[in-house]
């Protein structure tokens, strides 16, 4: 049996990572599961605990970083985020292949862990867009934004080391060729 590909689809907090990957669940005839990620921040509205995210205190998060129950894990403007090791790990072994929709810092952690992961950067057709995007969520301070925006400007410029690098400028478009890349590196 095949072993499971671990896709990364990472980029800017406010790029539309998520609104790509439901696009893309939908393409992709083999049904890659999601990873559903930890993090200790509060809920967005519409935000289901298990579906969206499993939401922690940073005591139960500390945990999880002691006993090294996390695939990657980052810091992201005032809150931590990770993957669980453990589900990721079970999918991979039964051959399904499982998308992780992190952050860049997680993204590199998981190219040294696994280093034949499939590492996808989602980026914002502008800074100018990508502020527009987050200013639209309605969900964060004005300080919020300018820390997010600074860090995105920093994580487009590690775009280099991304097997991929797909500008959501049209969700459609994009999750497209997300697809068409998923596809490639199942026939390479």
């Known amino acids: 049996m095949r072993r499971g590909t671990l896709i990364v689809i990472a980029g800017p907090s406010g790029v539309g990572k998520g609104t790509v990957i439901r696009r893309l669940l939908s393409r992709l005839p083999d ?4 990873s559903v990620s ?8 519409g935000e289901l605990e298990g579906v969206h995210y499993h939401f922690v205190t940073d005591a139960a998060f ?17 809150h931590r985020s990770g993957t669980p090791r453990r589900p990721v790990e079970q999918l991979l072994t039964t051959g399904r292949d499982v998308i992780l929709e992190i952050d860049v810092k997680g993204a590199e952690q998981v190219r040294a862990r696994v280093p034949e992961a499939l590492l996808i950067f989602l980026e914002p057709p502008s800074l ?46 994009a999750a497209d060729e997300v697809a068409a890349i998923i596809e490639a590196s199942r026939t390479a």
């Open 128 to 173: 100018e867009v990508l502020e527009q995007r987050l200013r639209g969520r309605g969900t964060e301070t004005e300080a919020m934004i300018e820390d997010r925006l600074r860090l995105a400007a920093r994580e487009l410029e590690e775009t280099a080391w991304f097997d991929a690098v797909v500008v959501n400028d049209d969700a459609d478009r």
């Open 38 to 45: 930890v993090t200790t921040r509060a809920p967005r509205p």
């Open 62 to 78: 500390d945990r999880m970083v002691a006993e090294g129950s996390l695939l990657e894990w980052a810091e992201i403007v005032g």
């Open 31 to 34: 049904g890659p599961a999601l």
